[in-house]
């Protein structure tokens, strides 16, 4: 180990944390998302490690992203659902793997990009309630008819039907769930008929199970961040501890102006401690005097701003001596501080500390 720096990534808890939400789910499918870098952890870990926990589906938001699990060798479903109007569509097709359509044009790109080939695999994405993409029931009787006609010419077999939830409150979500179940019967009506209908994803997995259907589509639980009250309790593990070594410690007087702006100033002589991560590492800038990080098993603040590849932490007259490692945020079951707490520190959600680290921080594959 050279690197100052390092995310440290556990395939087995991702795999554990699997577990626990197929139980939780109880549904016949379980989709595990690994869009954005496997949300920061690594595609490909979380992938193998999703799959060995018992998900049979793997999902990413752009083609790119499922192309890429394809060519390391991972051959599980997959569906991607976020492409452009001038984007090529073909390889996707031709490495299998699944496309949600939220549009006529979609459909049309994905007819024209198919050519005499076997029927593209789509998934029909209906906005609910949520005003992102998928088809707005205005336009479903128009969309399912020209589906059902695609179908019947084989260009494409709709293997699923899905739509995403707004998480605002379980009376908006069920209200989603309703107008989801009636597009399902327009669908129906038309002679589609997909094989898997899934609705929700880690929040709507909690608090809204009855929604579920056929497949839940699960990201942030299946990295041990636990986004509801509900997630507390049931066994998750944090699946990245992100943390850096002290790399420099100096004694400094009373008064002494600490970072940027001097937003923070020692009231007493004390110790800095120099740990090298940064707002390019994704280590929020709003979290300044605010993010917490422990070294050698004492708890201490970050203290003022948080630059570009460098924070400092005052540590008083504590026995911190460079070459400690101090953790920002991992498994508060192993006294680590929680990716939670950086994002209260911060004012954002856990999802936004874990996906943005930075591709400066080398992923360390544990175990
Ligand atoms: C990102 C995403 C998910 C996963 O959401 P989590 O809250 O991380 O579980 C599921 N479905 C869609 C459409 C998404 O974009």
Redesign the pocket.
């Known amino acids: 180990m050279t690197a100052m720096r390092e995310a440290r990534i556990r395939p087995a808890a991702i795999s554990h944390n699997v577990e626990v939400l197929r139980s939780m789910a109880q549904t016949p499918h379980m989709l595990i998302?690994v869009?954005a870098n496997g949300y920061g952890h690594g595609a490909e870990t979380a992938a193998r490690a999703a799959l060995e926990g018992g998900a049979d589906w793997l999902?990413t938001?752009d083609i790119d992203e499922a192309l890429e699990l394809r060519r390391v060798g991972i051959s599980a479903p997959i569906l991607a659902?976020l492409f452009g109007p001038d984007e090529n569509v073909q390889p996707a097709l031709e490495n299998g793997i699944d496309l949600g359509v939220s549009s006529l044009a979609q459909l049309e790109q994905v007819v024209a990009a198919r050519g005499s080939g076997t029927p593209a695999r789509i998934h029909l994405k209906l906005d609910t309630g949520l005003g992102r993409n998928g088809v707005g029931p205005r336009d479903w009787e128009e969309f399912f008819r020209e589906i059902a006609r695609a179908e019947q010419a084989s260009q494409v077999q709709v293997i699923g039907m899905f739509t995403?939830l707004s998480g605002t409150s379980a009376e908006a979500d069920a209200g989603q769930g309703k107008v989801f179940d009636q597009g399902v019967a327009l669908a129906e009506s038309h002679g589609i008929t997909p094989e898997i209908r899934h609705v929700t994803?880690?929040?709507g997995t909690s608090d809204s199970p009855a929604l579920a259907h056929d497949m839940v589509?699960?990201?942030?639980?299946a990295y041990g961040v636990p986004?509801t009250e509900r997630y507390h309790g049931v066994g998750l593990i944090p699946a990245m501890r992100v943390s850096a070594q002290v790399i420099l410690t100096k004694r400094v007087d009373a008064g002494w102006g600490v970072g940027y702006g001097h937003t923070y100033r020692t009231d007493r002589e004390t110790t800095l401690a120099l740990v090298p991560l940064g707002y390019a590492d994704g280590i929020p800038r709003h979290g300044s005097s605010a993010g917490p990080a422990v070294i050698a098993g004492e708890r201490f603040v970050v203290s003022g701003r948080i630059s570009m590849d460098q924070l400092s932490i005052d540590v008083g007259d504590a026995a911190i001596r460079e070459g400690q490692w101090a953790v920002l945020w991992g498994d508060p079951a192993e006294g680590d501080p929680s990716a939670n707490e950086w994002a209260e520190a911060s004012g954002t959600i856990a999802?936004e500390i874990v996906t943005r680290l930075g591709a400066r921080v080398p992923r360390v594959i544990a175990g």
């Open positions: 998302v869009k999902g938001a659902w995403h994803s880690s929040i589509r699960v990201g942030a639980a986004v999802y």
